[in-house]
Every structure is written in structure tokens, then in C-alpha cells.
């Protein structure tokens, strides 16, 4: 049995594609095409959802990023502390305001932001650290905002990089009104996925929200008036729609990845392949399962295996950010951040989308234990 990686048919029962095709219908007909009132809907559906103050519609994650970290004073000659073990985005958005990204490294454990390495790193240029909730785990922000701060002697703003960690929760705060702003994405394969490029930023603070308002249009309060220098970062009317077509069953889906979380996990213990060829992730409460990343010893082969099997996995990410060729002036060398360099060596993640079925799992958990025994 083939077990794709994803699919997203899993979201577009027929049911649901005649009610999308239905809203889109509207759109065509009011012609409000970009920032329409679907967007408006969902601002205000997004943050009763997450319960978080303030939410800005914008075109994809990145954009969100960029919005957000603007919005916290980052512009250029600061620096900004980010973990090397993220998607490249956690880091392009820092560039892209003009600052300079600073790598820190991850907790082997979890994959998060090392605070004390951060606390490490702090100059006087230190503007902001990003904390990635990365496959869908969040970040402890006020502890690695304290952190940061006591190292620096005043305040850095933390930015979140929520794209992973729609629904996540933690006790320390709300996910994406800890930080001074936080940024998120709709591609098509995240737990809220679009159909098309969106995103949105989020901030418990009216004010960070009214700037990243403004920037995402061009930097103006009023039309033709401009202030600062922004972004054409709008949200089309029609993946509003399609975003608000999807919230109502996102707490279900997360439920399902949740699940097969706790299947796999189930099923590789008891196969004995746990401490001996594999580490699993924790199955800590308030994540929520955007990626199940296990850690395999001759990764690279095992996926060859499966990927011969029609067992789909992907590595989520194989080189860590300083080692990049953009980043080259920035200095950074293979050794720098050991614990980042070898999870981008042994993470595999498994398919984890609401569409993989039990008897999935089982095959693959069955074929990563047919691929240690040699068979
Ligand atoms: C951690 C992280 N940050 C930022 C982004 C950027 O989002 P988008 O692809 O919507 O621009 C992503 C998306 O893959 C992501 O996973």
C-alpha cells in the first residue's frame, strides 16, 4: 500500500468543495478580490480562535515574518537571534528588514531555540530573538525572553515564528501574543492550509498591530500617504475564503495528527527500535503535531528504503542555516552549532497529515523495522 506524505484531498470532501466553490461564487460577484471582507472575516475568526488580540491577513508566511519583526523595531545594523535549525524563512526575514541574523544553536531534546546559547549571543546590537515553535511545539517565550534580557541589561523583543503551530498552546502564554508579535503561514500543507500562498501576523499590542496594518499596505495610514516605506503584502479575498472554509474542522484535524502521533509512538516501542536506531519525539501536551520527526540512525538510507516502498518522509531541513551559501559573509563553519548540524542529519519526518490511515502507520512503522533487520 502506497503512504503519501501528504495529500490534500483529506480537506476537500465534496461536501466542502461545493461550500468553497460557493463563497467563491460570492467573491466573483462583489469583486472585492484583495483585502475583500472575507479577510476582514477572518481576522476577527482567527483571533476568537486563538485568542490572541490582534490578527493581520497578509500573503504568505515569509511576508508575515517580515511584517512581524518590523513592527518589533527591527531595521538595518541590528542583529536578531535565530535558532540555526529552522526553515530557511526564520532567517530570511530578518535579511529582508535589513538586519543581520545571528545563529544560535537548538536543544537536541526538542528542536527549539537554545536560550542560554541566545543569552550567549547577545551584543549590543541585539535587537530581537525569533522563537520558532518548530513542528508545532511552542517555544517557553517569557522564559527565553528572560534570558535574554538579563544577558543584554534591557529589553529585546521576542518575535515569534508561529508558521508551524496553528492550535499549539502553552502554559506560559497564548502562542502568538507571548512575543511582541508573531508570524504565521497558510501554504497549502500547513495544519491551516490555504489554497494558494497566505499567512497572517498576530500581537497582543492594538499598536504593533495598526503598524504591521500599515506596512502591509505600503506603509500608509491613508491612501497615497506614506509614512515608511512598506510592502504589497495583502491577503486575496480568495484564499479568506478558502481559510474560512477550513478553520471550523482545524481542531479535529490537529486531534487526528495528535493520534497518529501517539500511534507511532505505540508502535516504535514496541518494536525495540527506540534508544537502539531511533529517538521519537515527546509526546508533550499543548503540541500540536505540524511534523512527527523522528531522529534515524543511516537516515539517508532508511528513506531511500522507504521511499522505494511508496512510503513517502522528508527531511524537514538538511543543512542548518549558518552553513548556507547566503549566509557565506556572515562567517559561520561546520562545527560552530554542533547540536543543529546533527539534527540535519538523522531527522526524517513521517507522514503525519489527518489523511494517513492506521493501517499506513503500520506499514510504515513494518518497513523501518524490516529495514533494521536487514531484510
Ligand atoms: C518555520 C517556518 N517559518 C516560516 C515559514 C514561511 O511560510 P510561507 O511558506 O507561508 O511563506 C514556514 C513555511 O514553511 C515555516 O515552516
Known amino acids: 500500500m502506497a503512504v503519501p506524505f501528504f495529500d490534500i484531498q483529506y480537506n476537500l470532501d465534496p461536501a466542502t468543495k461545493k461550500s468553497l466553490l460557493g463563497r467563491w461564487e460570492r467573491i466573483l460577484n462583489h469583486g472585492g478580490f484583495v483585502n475583500g471582507p472575507e479577510v476582514r472575516e477572518l481576522e476577527a475568526a482567527l483571533a476568537e480562535f486563538l485568542e490572541v488580540p490582534h490578527v493581520v491577513c497578509c500573503s504568505n508566511g515569509s511576508d508575515a515574518l517580515v511584517l512581524a519583526l518590523r513592527a518589533s523595531g527591527v531595521g538595518p545594523g541590528d542583529e536578531v537571534l535565530v535558532p540555526a535549525f529552522t526553515f530557511f524563512a526564520s532567517a530570511g526575514a530578518v535579511s529582508r528588514c535589513g538586519a543581520t541574523p545571528v545563529f544560535v544553536d537548538v536543544d537536541p531534546a526538542t528542536f527549539l531555540i537554545d536560550g542560554a546559547d541566545a543569552a550567549a549571543k547577545v551584543t549590543a546590537k541585539t535587537k530581537a530573538v525569533m522563537a520558532v515553535h518548530l513542528y508545532g511545539l511552542p517555544v517557553d517565550v517569557p522564559a527565553l525572553e528572560l534570558l535574554v534580557n538579563q544577558a543584554a541589561g534591557r529589553k529585546i523583543a521576542v518575535v515569534e515564528d508561529a508558521a508551524q503551530a496553528i492550535g499549539a498552546a502553552h502554559p506560559a502564554g497564548i502562542v502568538?501574543?507571548?512575543?511582541?508579535?508573531a508570524g504565521w503561514s497558510c501554504f497549502p500543507t500547513k495544519n491551516l492550509g490555504a489554497p494558494g500562498d497566505a499567512g497572517f501576523a498576530s500581537s497582543a499590542s492594538a499598536e504593533v498591530a495598526e503598524h504591521m496594518r500599515r506596512l502591509r499596505e505600503h506603509g500608509g495610514g491613508r491612501q497615497y500617504y506614506h509614512d515608511e516605506v512598506g510592502y504589497n503584502f495583502r491577503m486575496d479575498s480568495?484564499?479568506?475564503?478558502?481559510?474560512?472554509?477550513?478553520?471550523p474542522r482545524l481542531v479535529e484535524f490537529n486531534g487526528i495528527r495528535n493520534n497518529s502521533a501517539a500511534h507511532y509512538?505505540?508502535?516504535?516501542?514496541?518494536?525495540g527500535l527506540v534508544g537502539k536506531f531511533l529517538q521519537l519525539p515527546a509526546l508533550t501536551p499543548g503540541h500540536v503535531f505540524h511534523q512527527y520527526v523522528i531522529r534515524a540512525t543511516r537516515r539517508d538510507e532508511l528513506m531511500t528504503f522507504l521511499r522505494a516502498r511508496d512510503i513517502g518522509c522528508a527531511v524537514y531541513y538538511p543543512l542548518a542555516l549558518h552553513l548556507q551559501p547566503c549566509f557565506a559573509n556572515l562567517g559561520g563553519q561546520p562545527g560552530q552549532l554542533p547540536h543543529s548540524e546533527a539534527a540535519t542529519a538523522d531527522v526524517l519526518a513521517l507522514p503525519i497529515y489527518p489523511g494517513v490511515s492506521y493501517a499506513g502507520r503500520e506499514e510504515l512503522v513494518a518497513a523501518v523495522v524490516a529495514f533494521y533487520r536487514g531484510d
Open 176 to 181: 502568538g501574543a507571548m512575543g511582541s508579535a
Open 265 to 271: 509512538h505505540a508502535l516504535f516501542s514496541a518494536a
Open 238 to 247: 480568495l484564499q479568506a475564503a478558502g481559510l474560512l472554509e477550513f478553520l
